[in-house]
């Protein structure tokens, strides 16, 4: 997503990531991938249980590890030392203003993130 900030920003959107690491690894996040978006931080899991995130071993030891492991690497990703909840899986939400929830991606396993046009059909055009 990194690469579409100008693409989200285009269409009346602004990218924020959340994670459940310390804020000093927060900014060193948005520091390494040169990150011109919010990067706030959930150590208690709040907002990922609301958001019905998933949460388990099996889940983050999927058979597809290897793969998006590779994926990432290929696009310039490598993991480091694990920060925050290394069991809490991510995903992916679009809401508007107010609340109204134009898309929702809850993955799947270790890795497991939407395709990027998915995301930006949800903003509509620009």
Same mark, same amino acid.
């Given at each position: ?13 602004? !990218? ?18 040169? !990150?011109?978006?919010?990067? #706030? ?19 983050? !030891? ?26 809490? #899986? ?11 929830? #134009? ?24």
């Amino acid at each position: 997503m990194r690469d579409k900030i100008q693409d989200i920003r285009d269409r009346g959107a602004e !990218l924020v990531i959340v994670g459940s690491g310390s804020q000093y690894f927060a900014n060193a996040f948005r520091e390494d991938f040169e !990150l011109d978006c919010p990067v #706030l931080i959930d150590p208690e899991l709040l907002a990922f249980r609301a958001a019905g995130l998933r949460r388990g071993r099996l889940e983050a !030891l999927s058979p597809k590890l290897a793969f998006n492991a590779v994926r990432a690497l290929r696009s310039g990703s490598r993991q480091t030392s694990v920060q925050g909840d290394p069991w809490q #899986l991510g995903g992916v939400f679009v809401i508007r203003p107010g609340g109204e929830l #134009l898309y929702s991606y809850l993955s799947r396993e270790a890795g497991d993130h939407p395709p990027v046009e998915a995301i930006l059909d949800s903003l509509g055009d620009a």
